[in-house]
């Protein structure tokens, strides 16, 4: 069949050359096409230019063309896949850099060339099987982690529940409908890794393409018939005579029940709870006043006087949809977030890309690789403490300090022409302390508008009128919005989990919310976490890279649990405890760590409860499968004869 060549030429003038050289290695069977010459020397910061001269890329885009028409005009058969060598050469080349050894299984792991991943559940042989089939699990969410622990749990053979609050899936791309919600991580990362989207419509895609996906999801894998919606979890309680969660269910006519499963998978999130600020007067506010989770979508703003108080992402991406609309907005700004350049943060997947992604075998494996290593582990360096560094506390390190300079010449560049800007848009603190945000020029574009003020004066009061800051002046509103992010830290607040002896989950933790791998406690057996204390990730890659290692673990407890004839595993608390020490001791040593910056990675005991702070390799690892000897394994009673 003839090639749209025209297709073909736009495409290659959009396409990400390198990865598309590393596809050829599978579609000609052909090794030289890994050239010194044209391996890439990104730019730092850039929309992954590769640092190759013009000529360089004309020669790479002229052999592209000539090997992808001969291969689309051909039989389209694929010669013999690339040995374990050629593929370790052609992440390099992909990466600009040489992938370090260490990484090595890992990173051939999460390309899965050949389809298969050690995310797959391995229950074949048939006594697993016939284990699988007497458990039961209860999942607790249907957003991406529960959606994703449903699939593998039907791949196992394990019979399986979801509970969610909602009407229908989606998690949080269902909650939050605020204009311009958006992912902030590329959506062809964002994705779960065994189901690639080659429809994205825009790079970093709106919120209804991103609900679309997991509605898709869940219709592909025949989820919905394992759901139950408007379905509320009121309490776990763990039956140490029969070794099960017995589960209290309320539905959305009020009624309840108990439910006994083998299991319980908590896929409940981190950032699912709104946080309002305590302020005095909150609830005397006059008109509409919401947070930005919980958009009034019957509040028309036009032409109104609008108060927005917070500067984190979620009004990162609203203010700038709603500040031309509204007659007046004034923005209560307590931090400034730090914005990386992103120019193609709203732009199209043009279709050149996506007929690449279609077209040409192995291309979308090797652009998420290059999404996953440029974005992951190679910028964790920028953001890592040094002990020794005597400079400035708005840095960490003299790499964190370099990268401040670029970035924040580049905010302080876009305001340039509003010197009364400059002092309040560019963070004193270190970039990687706070979460930061991705910005092609809307955000300061909204704040120079006329019809925008950015107040950095605390706020102290709300009146029926507005907002009163420490200068005394009320600032006067018709409606009040906030954008003031979510309790983060409260775990699982709005259930209780009863464990062995009586004891409430939440009473254990005490505020201070800790798990093995952010995934199990000592007490609660058979009770695991997805996201959970020490599993977010600051400027590291995708959280779904996370949930998928998670499920994987819990899976692998499950087979354990099946291999050993146990009814019951439960973390030792040595284990338990020695893992959150080193978690502590690391987690001083990265900028979001820093004695100088506070944020919501931070607990109210100051003790950094969120976040992760080793890198993706290490949760990949320790997530592998369980290790027996970190859980006491309670046996199945024997039958009363």
């Not at 390198?18 to 096409?33: E, I, K």
């Not at 319980?264 to 947070?291: C, K, W, Y």
Request: hydrophobic share 40%; with cysteine.
């Amino acid at each position: 069949m003839p090639v749209d060549t025209a297709m073909l030429d736009e495409a290659l003038t959009v396409g990400h050359l390198p990865a598309l050289v590393a596809a050829m290695v599978h579609v000609t069977g052909d090794r030289s096409w890994l050239k010194d010459e044209w391996r890439p020397q990104y730019v730092q910061l850039s929309r992954g230019e590769t640092g190759l001269s013009p000529e360089v890329d004309a020669e790479i885009r002229a052999a592209l063309r000539a090997a992808i028409i001969k291969y689309l005009e051909g039989d389209r058969k694929l010669p013999p896949g690339p040995d374990q060598a050629t593929v370790r050469r052609m992440m390099d080349f992909v990466a600009g850099e040489p992938i370090p050894e260490a990484y090595a299984d890992f990173a051939m792991d999460e390309l899965s060339i050949a389809g298969a991943s050690t995310k797959d559940p391995q229950f074949e042989q048939p006594r697993l099987k016939e284990a699988a089939r007497k458990l039961k699990v209860l999942v607790i969410g249907a957003g991406m982690s529960g959606l994703l622990t449903g699939i593998r749990l039907s791949q196992a053979g394990v019979t399986f529940e979801i509970v969610d609050k909602n009407p229908d899936v989606g998690g949080t791309w269902y909650e939050n409908t605020y204009p311009g919600c958006r992912v902030d991580n590329s959506n062809h990362m964002y994705s779960y890794s065994f189901e690639p989207n080659h429809k994205w419509p825009q790079h970093f895609s709106p919120q209804p393409e991103l609900l679309k996906y997991f509605q898709g999801i869940a219709d592909k894998y025949g989820l919905r018939k394992h759901i139950r919606f408007e379905t509320l979890v009121e309490a776990c309680v763990w039956d140490e005579a029969k070794d099960v969660w017995r589960v209290t269910l309320k539905g959305k006519d009020g009624k309840t029940e108990t439910v006994e499963t083998n299991a319980v998978v908590s896929a409940v999130g981190q950032l699912n709870r709104p946080r309002f600020p305590d302020i005095e007067g909150r609830d005397t506010f006059a008109g509409p006043a919401f947070h930005s989770a919980e958009w009034r979508h019957d509040v028309d703003l036009t032409g109104k006087k609008v108060a927005v108080i917070g500067t984190g992402a979620s009004a990162f991406q609203f203010i700038p949809e709603i500040a031309p609309k509204v007659g007046h907005m004034t923005v209560f700004q307590r931090n400034p977030p730090w914005g990386l350049p992103v120019a193609h943060y709203h732009e199209n997947v043009e279709e050149g890309f996506k007929w690449l992604l279609d077209n040409v075998p192995f291309y979308d494996k090797w652009y998420r690789f290059y999404l996953f290593w440029t974005t992951t582990e190679g910028f964790l360096p920028m953001v890592k403490s040094d002990p020794t560094w005597n400079g400035s506390p708005g840095a960490v390190s003299q790499a964190n300090a370099e990268l401040r300079e670029m970035v924040g010449a580049y905010l302080a560049a876009q305001v340039a022409d509003r010197p009364d800007l400059v002092g309040k848009v560019v963070p004193d603190y270190p970039i990687g302390g706070k979460r930061a945000v991705l910005d092609n020029g809307v955000w300061l574009a909204a704040l120079k508008r006329p019809n925008v003020d950015l107040v950095t004066d605390k706020v102290v009061k709300i009146t029926p009128k507005g907002v009163v800051t420490a200068d005394g002046k009320e600032h006067e509103a018709d409606v009040l919005i906030y954008g003031t992010g979510f309790q983060a830290s409260n775990f699982l607040s709005f259930y209780k989990v009863t464990g062995k002896g009586g004891r409430e989950l939440h009473d254990v933790w005490g505020g201070d919310a800790r798990a093995y791998l952010g995934m199990t406690v000592p007490g609660f057996p058979n009770f695991f976490m997805i996201y959970g204390p020490n599993t977010n990730i600051v400027v590291n890659g995708s959280i779904i890279f996370f949930s998928e290692c998670a499920v994987r673990y819990i899976i692998g407890c499950l087979k354990l649990m099946a291999e050993k004839g146990v009814a019951a595993m439960d973390v030792k608390k040595a284990v338990h405890d020695a893992f959150n020490a080193k978690v502590d001791e690391a987690n001083k040593g990265w900028a979001w760590g820093s004695p100088h910056v506070s944020s919501w990675y931070k607990n109210q005991f100051g003790r950094v409860s969120q976040n992760w702070p080793f890198g993706l390799i290490d949760y990949w690892r320790a997530t592998l499968a369980p290790n027996p000897d970190d859980f006491v394994l309670e046996r199945q009673p024997e039958p009363v004869a």
